[in-house]
């Protein structure tokens, strides 16, 4: 089931016939699927690369600011992150851009992946602290680099509140929104953060982590990179386990009203994605309502 209104067929047929017309040495390869996020169909080719194709033209942005920008911050993080080695063009088959990139090893944290989540969250934690110290280079917060979790957190107050009217009636009493509302508004309450505007990734879900010998392993999935405020860099870290969450709180040394802001960031993201993918997309619906109830049990 298509996960938006406007989105393209994408198949294997497709992603192979691409690649064998623009290029023909890679034309043997096989081709598998290799999942999808809410923006990208993703694709495994051969051994050792990943080809990414847009569900929809809103995703173009995303594809060439990581082609521009993830070779100039690699080399300051300590973990792998996304190599572009291939930008495909758009065509009659399919009119988007594509890209081909390196394929990297490894699998979402889980139990059976990651051995000490304390570790984890401070592995996370460094890999954050590095992007966020990285020179921005001469990039600005405008354009594709805008993303809106670097922005205020009371921007989110014109379109939040009729998403929580719309996710009541289908969570229920499983989960407390009236609570969660009143977290988020207490967020809103306070002053936004005065930190400089810094690199983010935009989106640290536990989908767009690699663990590999039991530590985190690689970063991947840059399309939500932006340059803005740090708070929403923090939301993500609910979704993990709390040993995760207090070495990584630990390790940043955040002060209560950065972590009070995250917090809402977090509840409002979450929020948003249960009615928007409430039929199309159940998985991302059942993340999103995990990470609010670890919220609600006191994370």
């Avoid at 922005?151 to 379109?159: N, V």
């Amino acid at each position: 089931m298509p996960l938006h209104p406007d989105e393209l067929p994408i198949d294997v047929d497709l992603a192979a016939a691409l690649v064998a017309h623009e290029r023909p040495d890679w034309a043997g390869l096989p081709v598998t699927l290799a999942g999808g996020g809410t923006d990208n169909v993703m694709f495994h080719l051969g051994d050792d690369l990943l080809m990414r194709m847009p569900r929809t033209a809103g995703g173009v942005g995303s594809l060439r600011k990581e082609r521009t920008w993830l070779p100039r911050l690699a080399p300051a993080l300590p973990v792998r992150i996304p190599e572009p080695v291939h930008a495909g063009s758009p065509s009659h088959a399919y009119p988007l851009e594509w890209s081909v990139y390196r394929w990297i090893d490894g699998a979402p944290p889980a139990t059976d992946t990651v051995t000490d989540w304390g570790r984890f969250g401070g592995d996370l934690a460094a890999v954050v602290r590095d992007l966020h110290r990285i020179d921005l280079m001469g990039a600005r917060r405008s354009g594709d680099l805008s993303w809106y979790r670097g922005g205020s957190l009371r921007e989110t107050e014109q379109w939040a509140p009729p998403v929580f009217d719309e996710a009541r009636p289908l969570v229920g009493d499983q989960l407390d929104l009236d609570r969660l509302e009143g977290w988020w508004r207490g967020g809103l309450a306070l002053p936004d953060s005065s930190a400089p505007h810094v690199w983010l990734h935009g989106d640290l879900r536990p989908g767009n982590l690699l663990a590999a010998n039991g530590r985190l392993h690689a970063v991947i999935d840059f399309g939500a990179l932006s340059v803005g405020a740090p708070d929403a860099e923090h939301a993500a870290v609910w979704d993990l386990p709390r040993a995760a969450r207090d070495a990584y709180w630990n390790a940043l040394h955040l002060d209560e009203a950065t972590w009070l802001r995250a917090r809402a960031w977090a509840i409002v993201v979450a929020i948003s994605g249960i009615p928007y993918y409430w039929r199309s997309y159940p998985e991302f619906v059942a993340e999103c309502r995990a990470r609010l109830a670890a919220i609600l049990a006191g994370g």
